[in-house]
């Protein structure tokens, strides 16, 4: 008889140890995190779009202005001090059998940046970019396998 061998122990044991990382993601998510982290600080120093490669409304007259006139307009519409730049972070809550990332801002005027207002147009920074589902899926489903995210 032709066959393979399984030792079953050694497969359920490696098989615990998937179960196991699978219930406390906490590696991969704080990866997510800080290639999240990452994206939002380029679109506002670099790309000057939205998650899902919009362009922000441009600003109103009067804003061009006072920025051109404070000498920093070419920094773009979200980076004027740096502020909102720095204050980009996550936190990640990895409790068992749950995960999440939160990534956002806690100054103030971020949710009207983010969202608009009456007067001002929502200039959109935080969000999904479904094109990074791909290599957050590599990182999850190595994580699993092996050990490291």
Request: negative net charge.
């Given at each position: 008889m032709i066959g393979v061998e399984v030792n079953v122990e050694q497969a359920l044991s490696e098989?615990?140890?998937?179960v196991?990382?699978?219930?406390?993601?906490?590696?991969?998510?704080?990866?997510?995190?800080?290639?999240?982290?990452?994206n939002?600080?380029?679109?506002?120093?670099?790309?000057?779009?939205?998650?899902?490669?919009?362009?922000?409304a441009p600003w109103a007259a009067s804003t061009a202005?006072?920025?051109t006139h404070k000498g920093n307009a070419g920094q773009g519409l979200l980076w004027d001090d740096g502020d909102l730049l720095e204050?980009?972070?996550?936190?990640?809550?990895?409790?068992?059998?749950v995960g999440w990332v939160d990534i956002g801002s806690d100054l103030d005027y971020a949710a009207y940046l983010q969202?608009?207002?009456e007067d001002m147009p929502a200039r959109e920074f935080?969000?999904?970019?479904?094109?990074?589902l791909p290599f957050?899926?590599?990182?999850?489903?190595?994580?699993?396998?092996?050990g490291t995210p």
């Open positions: 098989l615990g140890a998937m196991a990382r699978a219930q406390f993601p906490g590696p991969v998510l704080e990866i997510i995190g800080k290639s999240e982290v990452k939002v600080r380029a679109r506002i120093q670099q790309s000057k779009i939205n998650p899902w490669g919009g362009d922000w202005d006072y920025r204050s980009i972070r996550f936190s990640v809550d990895a409790m068992e059998h969202d608009g207002t935080l969000g999904w970019n479904d094109a990074a957050y899926e590599g990182l999850w489903l190595n994580y699993i396998e092996t």
